[in-house]
């Protein structure tokens, strides 16, 4: 994939897709931009890369700031534009419920209000989520022309931006020649860099830290593990295809192997053989209500994009615990050019 003096904007880019993305690129010497309210949304990841000395420009506000956006995003005029800005996090939703709707609903609102409106040409991907379909415990898998819907807060907002895209786009954006666009889903990520709060992994990596004993709810929810280079590869070569005027207007489903698709519980005992003296134990508290079952039908990604999977279930695991391993080997240590290796070794598998 040829991105090499391109301009690339990552709203969304000090999240922990975002910076992982904003790696990727830079090692295909694209010109990256990024904005993001650093106050919302800045990953570990982020922060341990120190990308930002690989952009050529970031910017710190509100997506809910039109004027601001407006003016941004007609001044950098990228030829490629990855939306990732969100409130991520299920529990966060339930405690902030509407800052959630606002910041994920809001926010791609000005977005795709400000697209409307360009005149130059561009590529973009807007990323949701695997949590916008409604989950009725489909175990074959949700496909892109299935039902939208959503309990929690963060869920319903992601298949709200589904509908405000689609709407968006039969209004305004198929009668623009200069604009083609699609939305990405999905499914849950994990991988090095991530700390965000009530999230299996950051959860494992803290209690290995501070060698205390995790209390793991729901250890037979089933989860569709994949590294965060799987999707990130997807959007890439979706960004590509739109850009040839090809798939406009479509959605796509990344999500890995069904064979990925393991419970909680089996995930932590993975992770138990790299992380020495790491200890759990069950508990039957639960903080907020959380699907057990979630599994997405990536046909339409492998027939049409040439896109799959590249990575098992036990290369996922290593990939992930392999960075927190090395990083807290040296907790000053830039990360950058280890995100890198993982890439460039990620891209080899078949």
Known sequence: MNFKNEKVLIIGHTGFKGSWLASWLSLYDAKIYGISKFSINMSFNYKSTNIKKKLVKEYNFDLRNFHKLNKVVNQIKPKYIFFLAAQSLVGESYKQPKSTWTINLLGALNFFEVVKNISFKSNIVVVTSDKCYLNIKKKNGYKEEDILGGTDPYSASKASVEILYKSYFESFFKYKKNINSGTARAGNVIGGGDLSENRIVPDVIKSWKKNTKLDLRNPFSTRPWQHVLEPLGGYLKFAKYLNKGKFNGESFNFGPSIKNSTTVKKLIIEMSKYLNHFKYSVTNKKKFHEHKLLQLNCQKAKKKLKWKPRL????????????????????????REFNIRQIEKFIKYN
């Open 312 to 335: 098992n279930f036990k290369e996922t695991v290593s990939f992930t615990t392999d960075w927190y391993i090395e990083k807290f080997k040296n907790k000053k240590k830039d990360m």
